[in-house]
């Protein structure tokens, strides 16, 4: 695997060197054993909030997960395959360091949000949802809102921003993606998918693939996000392609051995065990969404760095710059911070790392102040 490959596509990459690696074992104290249980998200946000918006089709409703009452608002837009959850541990960090609020919203087709299109990815039909959202949590009047994006939700922030969809915005925050290394990785991007498990036997399992994989490297991130990246499945006997597979092994049974009695006390047993068969499941098939990565990523150095509101680019690496963006960085067009020590999914593997960047930037901005009695 090539060193720091970067796969912005996802919020989520094959493990860097250095990371941990499939089957790897983290240190742990002596004796101490790594806990794998999910974690609830009422542990970081303070109230979920289902946002209906109008389309050609009828209504999408929006899962939102918010937190705070007063200050500028946090808008969070999460990295494809991901889900509003993936922003809970730093929530509850920037939450302690600042005066704000936050909101953060699982994009289309993505964690609990339902759509009537979820087939439709595209740059300009996501960016609209995020413009609908706001308008119809706030009105005409919303408040001064900063928008912060990882992976593919950082190109959904700069083409939310570009085309002006939220009026009220103070800044924009943007979580490693660069135009240029991202179409370097859509190459690598189909064999990465293929390279997942497609399932797993429980969540807890899910959990523990995602830290020892390398993609979350923060326990406790995994624990509260994972279950938004994955869903549990029921198989039945009303399962067509279950229900084909015993009933033509027991066709076969009975021309063979003519065993009626037989036949329905296996029917019985299979029906059992497969009632009894559950596991989990990737919610987004990200592989086929490979028709739209081209519209999230190509142009979006250039869009960026138009956007006229102060910008923020948090990287995992310095290697992640495109000549775009180091040309932009030298004439101080925006503020640029590398995080090192983390993999692709930043502001999981280093919630206060990046909640102090973006704390420290808002406050040099004057968009808000720190709490009363933290010390920066």
Not at 293 to 311: E, I, N, T, Y
């Amino acid at each position: 695997m090539e060193k720091q490959l970067h796969l912005n596509l996802l919020a989520s990459r094959p493990p860097m060197a250095g990371g941990f690696q499939s089957g790897s074992k983290m240190k742990m104290g002596p004796g101490r054993k790594r806990d794998f249980t999910p974690l609830l998200w009422s542990q970081y946000f303070e109230t979920i909030e289902d946002v209906e918006v109008e389309n050609e089709n009828g209504k999408d409703i929006f899962r939102l997960y918010c937190s705070g009452s007063s200050g500028p608002v946090l808008l969070l837009l999460h990295g494809g395959g991901h889900s509003a959850l993936s922003w809970a541990v730093f929530t509850a960090v920037i939450c302690s360091r600042i005066n704000c609020r936050v909101v953060a919203m699982d994009l289309r087709a993505h964690g609990d949000t339902k759509v009537k299109n979820p087939e439709d990815l595209s740059a300009d039909t996501m960016a609209k949802d995020v413009g609908k959202v706001v308008e119809a949590l706030y009105g005409e009047n919303p408040p001064e809102i900063m928008m912060i994006g990882h992976s593919m939700g950082g190109a959904i922030a700069v083409h939310t921003a570009s085309a002006n969809l939220v009026p009220s915005l103070l800044g924009l925050c943007v979580i490693d993606v660069v135009e240029g290394t991202a179409m370097d990785a859509l190459n690598s991007m189909q064999n990465f998918l293929r390279s997942r498990p497609k399932t797993f036997k429980s969540l807890e399992n899910a959990i523990e693939w995602s830290v020892k994989s390398g993609q979350i490297r923060n326990i406790e991130s995994a624990r509260v996000s994972m279950g938004g990246q994955v869903k549990k499945c029921e198989e039945s006997a009303s399962n067509p392609s279950v229900s084909n597979s015993i009933g033509e092994g027991i066709i076969e049974e009975e021309e063979e051995e003519g065993a009626e009695e037989l036949n329905k006390k296996r029917m019985k047993e299979d029906d059992q065990e497969v009632k009894k068969e559950s596991f989990y499941t990737w919610r987004v098939e990200l592989s086929k969404t490979e028709k739209y990565w081209d519209g999230w990523f190509r142009g979006l150095s250039a869009l960026f760095l138009s956007c006229s509101v102060p910008k923020l680019l948090l990287l995992a690496g310095v290697d992640r710059l495109d000549k775009d963006l180091t040309i932009g960085q030298m004439q101080g067009k925006f503020q640029m911070q590398v995080l090192p020590q983390c993999g692709h999914a930043v502001h999981e593997d280093a919630p206060e790392k990046v909640a102090d960047a973006l704390a420290t930037f808002m406050v040099r901005h004057k968009f808000t102040e720190f709490k009363e009695g933290f010390l920066c």
